[in-house]
């Protein structure tokens, strides 16, 4: 069984009817983001990876058709006509990590109407969740200033392949590290981790707690001091954390009260100590907007560690996307429904500097001082270029994304 059940009923019901009447001929859909989330000056294009590894092993087998037909209620050879589906179509797409605006397709398919058609669910699910995640990820990079920010949001994604969707957004985005052992494996970002309030609970005494995770834990020693009293568990933290090798990293992690006059505290108990070199780490469902308001006030924090708001894109849960029939048989096609009008016919956008935007046909001349962002991504159901590991595609996409940041004017940048 294939991932081609995984799709919208209507899907199958639309494809089946086109074999049944003949209707073959290629189709463009363009997929795209209506309007932007509130308080969001640009997304960062994502997904496209998943994408291309689904439509390249996209084949309706038989258990597929059975499937289908048990979800019509039918027998098999009601719905035999969908067995044997392949995607042979081509595939124009906006390059993963690249900075885009709402109206601009991310991805266009040209195939056979039947193809072109049964993907669309698949396509917006992959395509609208990394995009939303990355985009988050993006601006609590762009609130740190600089400083490292770590993903922490697995155990609070909805869902296992969600957490994976976040750790690789975070790669993309820039993070520093994740908590997520698997996705940093998977997509060559460092795994890091401290401790939980239940190790310090665990143990009658907090500073007994501290000295053994300081003398048995692997990697840096930070320790989270917020679990009784915070200023004096920094003070015990302090007295463990003089004893450790000068060359191991070591820092204390606050979790919750007021971060911003906490991380001040901490600092200075921790330089009392004769620890300058500790770093203060803040968590505690932070995202860009907590990020930005912290770094604007001065609060000496050395690491962000970034968990819920950000893995679910809690201020804005969901992308206003779209994938549309612009073209069929050499037919340009559009909606006119109110307030939802598309444009016809296959597209290019063309960049100027400074994230300066225009939409055009896709045959027509690249303008002077442009450059066209959706590039020839699959040709005939195969990559056009050849499949490397989801570290590489990652390493590219941030590197992307890095140079689309630096060119982003302020007012899109501003939290």
């Given amino acids: 069984m294939s991932g081609v059940l995984v799709t919208d009923l209507y899907e199958a019901s639309m494809a089946l009817v086109y074999l049944d009447r003949g209707m073959t001929e290629e189709a463009t859909f363009s997929l795209f983001v209506r309007d932007l989330p509130r308080d969001r000056g640009f997304l960062v294009a994502a997904g496209l990876e998943s994408v291309l590894c689904f439509l390249e092993s996209l084949e309706v087998g038989p258990e ?3 499937g289908f037909a048990a979800a019509f209620g039918r027998t098999d050879r009601e719905v035999e006509a969908l067995g044997g589906l392949r995607f042979t179509g081509d595939v124009w797409a906006v390059p993963e990590g690249r900075v885009v605006l709402a109206g601009e397709p991310l991805v266009e398919v040209t195939a056979p109407l039947p193809e072109a058609q049964l993907v669309e669910t698949f396509l917006l699910n992959q395509v609208n969740h990394q995009t939303l995640l990355c985009s988050k990820a993006a601006r609590v990079r762009l609130a740190a200033g600089g400083r490292p920010v770590i993903d922490f949001g697995l155990r609070r994604s909805q869902g296992v392949e969600a957490g994976m969707h976040a750790a690789r957004a975070a790669a993309i985005a820039g993070l520093t590290a994740t908590s997520n052992v698997a996705g940093a494996l998977r997509y060559g970002l460092p795994a890091t981790g401290t401790m939980a309030h239940s190790f310090v609970e665990a143990f009658e005494d907090e500073r007994e707690a501290f000295r053994v995770f300081a003398e ?36 204390v992690r606050l979790d919750s009260g007021d971060l911003g006059l906490l991380a001040v505290r901490a600092r200075a108990l921790l330089d009392e100590a004769g620890l300058s070199r500790a770093r203060v780490v803040v968590s505690g469902g932070l995202d860009e907007f907590d990020v930005h308001d912290l770094v604007a006030s001065g609060a000496p924090v050395d690491v962000y560690a970034v968990g819920t708001k950000v893995a ?5 849960p969901y992308l206003d996307s779209a994938y549309k029939l612009v073209e069929y048989a050499g037919r340009p096609v559009m909606k006119l429904s109110t307030g939802k009008v598309t444009h016809p016919g296959a597209k290019q956008v ?25 590039e020839p991504l699959m040709r005939g159901g195969r990559r056009v270029a050849p499949k490397v590991s989801p570290a590489e595609v990652v390493r590219a996409a941030r590197q992307r994304l ?9 007012q899109m940048r501003r939290i």
């Fill in 64 to 66: 597929d058709v059975a």
């Fill in 350 to 374: 063309f960049r100027r500097r400074g994230v300066r935007d225009v939409l055009g046909t896709r045959d027509e001349a690249v303008p002077d001082g442009a450059e066209p962002l959706l």
């Fill in 312 to 316: 679910t894109s809690a201020d804005a």
């Fill in 402 to 410: 890095d140079r689309d940041l630096e060119a982003l004017p302020e």
């Fill in 216 to 251: 048995s834990a692997l990697g840096p020693v930070t320790l989270l001091v917020d679990t009784y009293d915070t200023p004096r568990g920094v003070t015990r933290a302090a007295e463990v954390l003089r004893a450790v090798d000068a060359d191991r990293p070591v820092g």
